[in-house]
T-cell receptor, first 119, second 114 residues
């Protein structure tokens, strides 16, 4: 496997189910991200992990629970979701966040996403 | 707060024709600017980025973009579109202080007619 992989690619779940999305990066990166992509809305950053520590949580409801056991894997645990949570969930990875000097941006590499449908 | 506007939701061009996708941003200083492309069933791929310096930046797949500070714009261009360019294109802005927190536009869906 190369790049960033996500499983499953498609998921249909009921509102009372518990499921998990998995992301794996094969790029040697140490920062990982979860994004939500809904139709006709901008991509929304949900969570950021840097060196396996959560550094960003953008007011995401608690029914979404991220987990980063190591720098190569990222999970998004889902429970009691709502129909409006149906979306494409994208994972990305990069080298550790950088800041300060001009040009201090580390490119994010995206996975293909998991298409989630909540019934 | 920073924001990005992509005024065109859908654009259709003929293969071989030129292309310009519009992007306007709102930010207090000069931001970092990006264009990403998303093909069906794929994740986002970085086409090009602007940090500073020459306002015309070249990217992959023959794309270029021009930063115009006076218009707060960063439009994406390609002189001759290929059918394989059909995809969704996203403009994004990042803070000029660095860091990886990006704000994305809503995207422009490009259709290429043969």
């Amino acid at each position: 496997e190369t790049g960033v992989t996500q499983t499953p690619r498609h998921l249909v779940m009921g509102m009372t189910n518990k499921k998990s999305l998995k992301c794996e990066q094969h790029l040697g990166h140490n920062a990982m991200y979860w994004y939500k992509q809904s139709a006709k809305k901008p991509l929304e950053l949900m969570f950021v992990y840097s060196l396996e520590e959560r550094v960003e949580n953008n007011s995401v409801p608690s029914r979404f629970s991220p987990e980063c056991p190591n720098s190569s894997h990222l999970f998004l645990h889902l429970h009691t979701l709502q129909p409006e949570d149906s979306a494409l969930y994208l994972c990305a990875s990069s080298q550790r966040l950088a800041g300060g000097a001009v040009g201090s941006y580390n490119e994010q590499f995206f996975g293909p996403g998991t298409r989630l449908t909540v019934l | 707060a920073q924001s990005v506007t992509q005024p065109d939701i859908h654009i259709t061009v003929s293969e071989g024709a030129s292309l310009e996708l519009r992007c306007n941003y709102s930010y207090g200083a000069t931001p970092y600017l990006f264009w990403y492309v998303q093909s069906p069933g794929q994740g986002l791929q970085l086409l090009l980025k602007y940090f500073s310096g020459d306002t015309l930046v070249q990217g992959i797949k023959g794309f270029e973009a021009e930063f115009k500070r006076s218009q707060s714009s960063f439009n994406l261009r390609k002189p001759s579109v290929h059918w394989s360019d059909a995809a969704e294109y996203f403009c994004a802005v990042g803070p000029s202080g660095g860091g990886n927190k990006l704000t994305f536009g809503t995207g422009t869906q490009l259709k290429v007619e043969l």
